[in-house]
């Protein structure tokens, strides 16, 4: 078979027909070029690649758990309110951290194709199942961890009791933490619709580090006091989604903008609120010396609710206090 090709070689060129040398090389490379064209070859160079992948995958799946195991072991040293989330879907940290990752490489990506030309996209009868799936979650959310709370015999004051045993909490938190990735269609949203306004650094930094901060919640301290977080956060999803949904249709005919609505600016308030309501807990918890939590995690989520408190507030006063420049008219 060999022979033949180097052959066929010196016939077709110029080349390989006029010079000796060259014809005789040909002889002796159709071996291997033959060789290399078999499908056993072919799926040799497949296999080496795929096993190279493979490689940098399983590499990348040891680095990510073992930062998630020294972030988990960090936080609670002494294992006291860790959880057996084997077999959770999300709840190791290469997962989280691979969504997250994906989520921002869109953002950015995203934003630059929508800005290169592409005309904004109004995806209206999914905005309308989404807005309405979200009021229904976030509410039966909320009223779920009501109703838990009640049944734990929970009280307002902080120091409630952590069940590491059968923890009333835990599934209603994995459902609550799932629900921020369900979130991220609000960022879809804003990226087809071009409405760059809305893709703020404080819109894009909420939704990735409260995704990954839960992560952290649903692997330690994911029972007792932490149902105030899924009632006041819950509570005020619900409220947002309703206006997000009453917005959709309430539009000026001739702009096709959405028309003003009077109690805008009070689902900012709330949000602050919400957020004083979680420091005031937090700090309660850190200065009584509860032991029904990890010190460590309460304080990382002090600082972090904190930053959301300041971004927001930012946001209200640009949005709402600061006078609006008059445009130039000539």
Request: aromatic share 18%; proline share 4%.
């Amino acid at each position: 078979m060999g022979d033949r090709v180097g052959q066929l070689l010196a016939f077709t060129s110029p080349v390989w027909r006029d010079n000796k040398k060259a014809s005789a090389l040909a002889f002796a490379s159709a071996p291997f070029i033959f060789n290399a064209l078999t499908p056993a070859a072919r799926s040799s160079t497949t296999n080496t690649s795929s096993s190279r992948n493979s490689g940098k995958m399983n590499a990348y799946n040891d680095a990510m758990d073992k930062i998630g195991a020294a972030i988990i072991n960090w936080s609670d040293p002494s294992g006291t309110w860790q959880a057996d989330r084997e077999g959770w879907w999300l709840c190791d940290f290469r997962s989280a951290i691979t969504v997250a990752i994906i989520y921002v490489t869109f953002v950015l990506v995203g934003s630059t194709v929508m800005k290169s030309g592409v005309p904004a996209i109004d995806p209206y009868p999914i905005k309308f199942v989404y807005n309405v799936s979200q009021i229904f979650l976030c509410a039966y959310m909320t009223i779920e961890a009501g109703f838990l709370a009640y049944r734990s015999g929970y009280s307002w004051v902080p120091c409630n009791a952590f069940d590491k045993t059968d923890p009333p909490f835990a599934n209603l938190l994995w459902l609550f933490y799932i629900s921020k990735v369900w979130d991220f269609w609000d960022t879809i949203f804003i990226v087809l619709g071009k409405k760059w306004r809305q893709l703020s650094f404080l819109h894009v930094y909420h939704h990735t580090t409260i995704f990954l901060f839960y992560w952290l919640n649903a692997n330690v301290m994911y029972d007792g006091d932490v149902y105030l977080t899924i009632l006041l956060n819950g509570f005020i999803h619900t409220v947002m989604y309703t206006y997000y949904f009453i917005c959709m249709h309430t539009k000026d005919p001739k702009t096709g903008k959405s028309l003003p609505i009077w109690w805008k600016s009070s689902l900012t308030s709330f949000q602050l609120l919400q957020f004083t309501l979680m420091m005031s807990q937090a700090t309660y918890l850190v200065f009584h010396g509860c032991d029904q939590l990890s010190l460590r995690v309460t304080i990382v989520y002090f600082v972090y609710i904190l930053s959301l408190f300041f971004l927001f507030a930012q946001f209200f006063v640009q949005s709402y206090l600061t006078p609006k420049k008059k445009s130039k008219t000539n």
